[in-house]
Every structure is written in structure tokens, then in C-alpha cells.
């Protein structure tokens, strides 16, 4: 059995891990719940840009234009993987759920796939598995504007257009609540406007705006002059929404790791406290029995 | 008077919204005013200062940095790459973004690189400019520098 003075010593230390667990906690889910304000706040742009982009790429069909390079759908000879994971560790299974995610399609697709990763640790996990590493992104801030996701945007969409991959998909974590975080992965490029949006990624933020219906514009300097604006900007915004959706996950995932984490240290404040005060109890009885024994030798010694 | 609903939204928030007069923005092939009952309308903007007129009001000023803009009759909406308004704007820190794109621009090196830096000098006039405009609180000139 542990001395006093030790378990006194251990129930310290567990109590100040609990104290920076729960501190950890807290900020977690400020975090959490301002990734997520500010990803909401993106919907009024998407919307309306989704609205302009689908109008325009109709238009274009109309007209016959040439596609957009950004919307033209290529045979696919090799992938581009956005893999979104965070800097830092003490989350959960959040950076562990979505690389496996990553690893099964990346086992699964024939074709070449290279990865662009932001984050350290999908970063470290793709070297130690030797993928096919093309950039790599960290030290994105905790709440990023979209001009902190831009160089991540730019790299994607110059590879894409010097047909370094033909087709790229974003794997990121999708914030579903406080509880429920899916990792998935989602097409980024082609944008395609037709057809399943669920496929696209983040489509959640340009479902349910209003369906009106577009009446002729007069197009200044020309459609496909806005066009050319418009499609880099969504691409950028999906980008940007994957990387918050991430970010409120991670917080989300640490919030609840860290609960777990400072509901353990107070168990098991709780069982050191029940050995501190037996360890206690024992010596007091100890010692009772020392003075009781002593008391008696000495009144043996004065009968006699 | 009819008025037109005016929106100004970014990526990040929506700047503005409410219903105007007039607005001014800064189009790609020159200065647009729209009025009410304005013709339906797609257009590409550029950096430049967006005015807001309202009656009755003191003009209202915000430095965008590029989007653009769908009309119709009864609404404007500007997505804009950047939008800060007028009271938002740090002008010690557009001064220094100024210098550093002057300083950028004076630097002899490739076409992209030097079309970015002459882009983001433009930016940091722009808010400058209308930084400045609150500190006047007049209603300036239109022209461009």
C-alpha cells in the first residue's frame, strides 16, 4: 500500500489534469459553436451564387457555348484528394475516423490519386504511408476568413487546370451535431450543375434557397465574363465551408474527448480519496494501538 | 418613391442590407448607377468604392474588392470578393498595405506577381479612399484616382 503522503501527492495531480481537461473543454465548445455561426454565414452568398452559376452554365448549354473549363467533365485519369485533417492531437477519433476513410478510398481507386492534405496530422499520416503527396497546408487559424483558405483553393484549381488530376474530392469531416461528426468524401471539381447535387460537396448550403425563376439579364461585359468570376469563387467557398465544417467537427470531437477525459480524472479523485482516507484510517489505528500497548506495558511495569 | 432593396454579401457575412435609393458601384466597364426599376442585370465588378444614397441621408460608403452584382427591379445584390464599410476600415493598416504593394509593384518580377501586387495596391487606395470619406463626412467626388 501507496504511503499518505503519495496518494496525497497523485490526487493533486490528477485534480490539476482534470482542471486543464475541463479548461480544454470549455474552449473546445466556444470554438465549435463559432466555426459553426460562420459557416452558416457563408449560406446567403452560396446560395445566390449557386443560383447565378446554374443560370449561367443553363445559358451557356443554350447557346452552345464551350464549357467552362471548371464545369467540363474529363476522362478521369488521375484524382486530386483534398484531405482535411487538424494541427492538433487531443480530439478523439476526429483525425483517425477520416483518414481511414481516406486510406479505404485510396485502396479502392485504380486510378492515380494525389493528395493535397491540409492539417500536420494528415499530413504526417499520408508520408508514413507513402501516398502521393502534392501539397501539403498547416497552421490554418482557428476561425479562418476565406482569404486563409485561398492559397489552398488556388493550388487546387491551377492543378486542375494544368490537368495534374482530372476530377478532385474533398475528404473532410461534416458537422452534423454536437454528438455526430461524418467523415465523407465529396466531389470538389468537375462542378457539375446538373443532376444529384448530394454528391457535390457542401451542397446542404445551397439546397433549400428559394427557386425563382431567372429572367433574361443584360450581361455585362458578356455571361461567360461572369461566369469565369462566378466558378473559381464557388470553388473557393466549398473549400472554405469543407475547412469550417472541419473545424467545428474538431472542436466537437475534442469537446467530448475532453469531457470523458475530466469525468475519468474525477472517478478516479474519488477512488484515491477512498485509499487516502483508509491509507489514513489505518495509520491512526496503528497508532492507537501503539499508545494503547504502551500504556498498558507501562501499567504492567507499575503493578509489579 | 420606390426604393430598391440593396444587399452587399461576402463569403463571410452580409456587409449590407437594406433599401436605398441609389447605388453606385464600380463595374468592370465603368461606373454604374442604379436606380429603382432597374433592368435585369448581370455584371462583373471591380475594386472601387460602392456608394449608397438614401434620401434624406447622408451618403453611405463601402470599399469593395471585386464580385459582382445581379439588378432587378426591386433588388441589387452584390456578392463581392470583399466588402468593408466605411467604419470598419483600419486606415493604419490599409496605409501599410498600400506601401507594402507599392513597395511590391517597384520590385522588377514576373507578369502574375506584378499584376497581383497592382491589383491589391488598387484594394488599398480604394479603402483608403473610403475610409477617408468618413473622416470628411462630406460627399465627395466620384472620380477615380
Redesign the interface.
Known amino acids: 500500500m501507496s504511503s499518505i503522503r503519495e496518494i496525497r501527492r497523485h490526487i493533486r495531480s490528477v485534480r490539476n489534469i482534470s482542471k486543464v481537461t475541463r479548461a480544454m473543454q470549455m474552449v473546445a465548445a466556444s470554438k465549435m459553436r463559432r466555426a459553426q455561426d460562420?459557416v452558416l454565414?457563408?449560406r446567403?452568398?452560396?446560395q445566390?451564387?449557386w443560383e447565378?452559376l446554374t443560370h449561367?452554365a443553363a445559358l451557356a448549354v443554350r447557346t452552345e457555348q464551350d464549357e467552362h473549363p471548371l464545369l467540363a467533365v474529363r476522362p478521369v485519369n488521375a484524382v486530386g484528394l483534398v484531405v482535411i485533417t487538424s494541427d492538433k492531437g487531443l480530439c478523439g477519433g476526429y483525425n483517425h475516423n477520416l483518414l481511414r476513410v481516406a486510406t479505404e478510398y485510396l485502396q479502392a481507386q485504380e486510378k492515380p490519386v494525389k493528395v493535397i492534405t491540409v492539417g500536420r496530422k494528415g499530413r504526417d499520416f499520408m508520408l508514413r504511408i507513402r501516398a502521393n503527396l502534392v501539397a501539403e497546408f498547416t497552421g490554418v487559424p482557428a476561425l479562418p476568413?476565406?482569404?486563409d483558405v485561398l492559397p489552398i483553393a488556388r493550388t487546387v484549381l491551377d492543378d486542375y487546370l494544368a490537368g495534374v488530376y482530372d476530377e478532385v474530392l474533398l475528404a473532410y469531416t461534416d458537422f452534423v451535431n454536437t454528438l455526430v461528426q461524418r467523415p465523407v468524401i465529396r466531389r470538389l471539381l468537375p462542378l457539375r450543375v446538373a443532376g444529384d447535387l448530394t454528391e457535390q460537396a457542401v451542397s446542404e448550403y445551397v439546397a433549400g434557397g428559394p427557386q425563382v425563376r431567372i429572367?433574361?439579364?443584360?450581361?455585362?461585359?458578356d455571361?461567360q465574363?461572369?461566369l469565369a468570376?462566378?466558378v473559381p469563387?464557388f470553388t473557393?467557398?466549398q473549400i472554405?465551408q469543407a475547412i469550417l465544417e472541419s473545424i467545428a467537427s474538431e472542436h466537437s470531437a475534442r469537446m467530448v474527448a475532453m469531457r470523458n477525459a475530466t469525468e475519468n480524472a474525477n472517478e478516479l479523485v474519488d477512488q484515491l480519496t477512498l485509499s487516502f482516507n483508509r491509507a489514513r484510517q489505518t495509520a491512526i489505528t496503528k497508532e492507537i494501538l501503539d499508545i494503547v500497548g504502551g500504556a498498558e506495558a507501562l501499567a504492567k511495569s507499575a503493578q509489579r | 418613391m420606390p426604393t430598391t432593396r440593396l444587399e452587399v454579401i461576402t463569403a463571410e457575412r452580409v456587409v449590407y442590407s437594406d433599401d436605398v435609393d441609389m447605388v453606385l458601384v464600380p463595374g468592370v466597364e465603368g461606373q454604374l448607377g442604379i436606380l429603382p426599376r432597374h433592368a435585369y442585370l448581370l455584371t462583373a465588378l471591380t475594386e472601387g468604392e460602392l456608394v449608397i444614397r438614401k434620401a434624406g441621408q447622408e451618403d453611405e460608403y463601402i470599399a469593395i474588392g471585386g464580385g459582382f452584382m445581379e439588378v432587378g427591379p426591386d433588388h441589387v445584390t452584390i456578392l463581392a470578393d470583399s466588402a468593408e464599410r466605411a467604419e470598419e476600415i483600419d486606415v493604419a493598416r490599409a496605409e501599410a498595405a498600400r506601401k507594402r504593394a507599392e513597395a511590391l509593384l517597384a520590385e522588377k518580377r514576373d507578369v502574375t506577381a506584378l499584376a497581383e501586387a497592382a491589383a491589391a495596391l488598387r484594394r488599398s487606395r480604394v479603402r483608403l479612399q473610403v475610409a477617408r470619406r468618413r473622416k470628411r463626412g462630406g460627399r465627395g467626388g466620384l472620380e477615380n484616382e
Not at chain 1, 215 to 221: L, N, R
Open positions: 460562420q454565414a457563408t446567403p452568398y452560396a445566390k451564387a447565378l449561367l476568413t476565406l482569404l429572367p433574361e439579364y443584360i450581361y455585362e461585359p455571361p465574363a461572369v468570376q462566378i469563387r473557393e467557398l472554405y
